[in-house]
């Protein structure tokens, strides 16, 4: 019944999603002109701050995993009134459980017995997951147990809340990721809690960045997660019928899952000292101008199937929800002629909007250099499926192509030997406006982020420090794992040798890719 609600809502997508790639066009997504100035768009959603007007914002890029998982057990260590936390992936069991102990994803027991201990001193600690049909793990069932560990501990597990974003059938995420505590600092980037996110995946991993900040635009952004909190469609973890029964087989995973191995704590142990050397390879800087920005939630279900909300509804989606994108194409308009711009984004697919920025930018004459996934790099091969016949249009436009090789990259901060040998993807969603500024955050270049999904991220303008911490890394990762794209069949590493344009994968994923690619073309407004 679910997957026949799941067709019948988006019957009408696929009817307005006619394609037309010589154009860079979706019919669905019409060139749209915003009437608010994007200035006065309301707090929490943008948050522009100067530091001449007493707002110094201090930020810091965490570029590595395990600096970015020991960066956010730090701060909820030092947590004294709140924490917040908000994300697309909160996994609990590995989908290859063979490859760890239990299977458990260990990086998320990390973060939730120490929240655990810091609900038992009365720190207010909020969840909220997005309920995506497809990864959704952090159920009622984990919520029963924590709250039960809290009673039994002599706790009040009113200090541990969770809810969820969207628990029934729609295709509009939240894709936003935030941990902040005490109104003072916040983190927000790429990384959902997973292992692959913090180099602990013996598997797969992703490459990925956050950004640390801390000053007064922190309030703002533990703001804009009271919005999502209070949303419409989140509701309210239901543990009471949970609570008032005896545990349940599935709960009683659900403890093993919360309990700390002899191996957890000595991974524990690593991941805290090796994490805060590779923390701070980057330094704490002062950011002179720092915009936040976020989309709206949706407050009803009616709104999400508003997609021409002109015909439909009285406030415009576009117009009234989508911020982040708006911004982003602010900071891109502002780009002249000679000014180079970088993007990271573990997926490239355009529509009208986005096609139109890349007009102006060739317009322009803004050069542009794209670091994102090869087909073997991949963790979603339906959006390999899409880039690679539309390579040599990006090429023939002047941009640069650079793809991931799904290779390990060489660094000193590992806690496991097992991840050399893992196979690596990008998911890094940041921006190098030339010499005027960067963007770190939740949006990728394809159309989920342009329009379904929430997204939020910070920018910030006028620090050179800053400016040269993420342009430096930018290059450096593509010169150590990045193959150029010299046309969709002939790619050359750093070195100037010919690779695989599609990475190192085998042929079946090369058959893969061919045999989903007209399906992909048909959906790729979803994507």
Not at 69 to 94: C, P, T, W
Not at 460 to 481: Q, Y
Request: hydrophobic share 40%; proline share 3%; glycine share 6%.
């Amino acid at each position: 019944m679910r997957i026949l609600t799941l067709l019948l809502l988006t019957l009408p997508q696929f009817a307005l999603g006619e394609t037309s790639y010589n154009d860079w066009k979706l019919n669905i997504f019409s060139a749209y002109q915003y009437k608010t100035p994007f200035a006065k768009i309301p707090e929490p959603y943008v948050s522009i701050q100067e530091a001449a007007k007493g707002k110094e914002n201090q930020m810091h890029l965490i570029h590595s995993g395990i600096a970015a998982l020991y960066k956010r057990l730090d701060m909820i260590e030092r947590a004294q009134k709140n924490i917040e936390l908000e994300y697309f992936i909160f996994s609990s069991k590995k989908k290859a459980p063979k490859s760890t102990e239990n299977g458990d994803e260990r990086s998320s027991k990390f973060i939730l017995n120490k929240l655990i201990d810091k609900a038992l001193t009365k720190v207010s600690v909020r969840i909220l997951v997005d309920h995506s049909l497809a990864v959704f793990q952090f159920d009622e069932n984990h919520v029963a147990a924590i709250h039960r560990e809290i009673k039994k501990r002599g706790g009040n597990p009113r200090f541990f809340q969770v809810r969820y974003y969207n628990s029934v059938d729609s295709q509009f995420r939240s894709h936003r990721k935030l941990i902040s505590i005490d109104d003072t600092e916040a983190i927000t980037g790429g990384r959902n809690i997973e292992d692959k996110y913090f180099d602990l995946d013996h598997s797969y991993n992703f490459v990925d960045r956050d950004i640390w900040v801390k000053g007064p635009v922190v309030p703002i952004m533990r703001s804009s997660f009271d919005e999502f909190w209070f949303a419409g469609v989140t509701v309210k973890a239901d543990v009471d019928s949970l609570l008032a029964s005896a545990p349940e087989e599935e709960e009683l995973v659900v403890n093993q899952f919360l309990h700390m191995s002899a191996a957890d704590k000595n991974l524990l142990s690593k991941v805290m000292s090796i994490g805060k050397s590779a923390y701070e390879t980057s330094q704490t800087h002062a950011c002179p101008k720092t915009t936040f920005a976020s989309d709206k939630p949706i407050n009803s279900r009616l709104v999400r199937w508003c997609l021409e909300s002109e015909l439909l509804c009285e406030e415009n989606y576009k117009e009234s929800h989508r911020v982040t994108e708006r911004a982003i194409g602010q900071f891109i308009r502002s780009l002249s002629a000679g000014d180079k711009l970088y993007i990271d984004s573990p997926y490239v697919m355009l529509n009208t909007r986005s096609g139109n920025l890349l007009k102006i930018l060739t317009e322009k004459k803004v050069k542009l250099r794209v670091f994102t996934n090869s087909l073997s790099s991949t963790d979603a091969t339906y959006a390999a499926s899409v880039f690679y016949p539309n390579a040599n249009k990006f090429l023939s436009s002047g941009i640069q192509l650079v793809v991931h090789g799904s290779s390990w990259r060489p660094t000193p901060y590992v806690a496991e030997a097992e991840v050399i040998t893992a196979r690596w993807g990008m998911h890094a969603k940041s921006h190098l406006y030339g010499d005027k500024g960067f963007f770190v955050g939740t949006y990728n270049v394809d159309n989920r982020s342009s329009f379904y999904n929430t997204e939020m991220g910070l920018f910030c303008e006028g620090s050179k420090e800053l400016n040269a911490d993420i342009k430096n890394e930018m290059l450096t990762l593509a010169n150590d794992i990045g193959y150029n794209l010299i046309s969709r069949d002939k790619a050359l590493d750093a070195k100037g040798r010919e690779q695989n344009p599609l990475g190192k994968g085998g042929e079946e994923t090369q058959f893969l890719m061919d045999v989903i690619a007209h399906p992909s073309k048909l959906l790729q407004f979803l994507m």
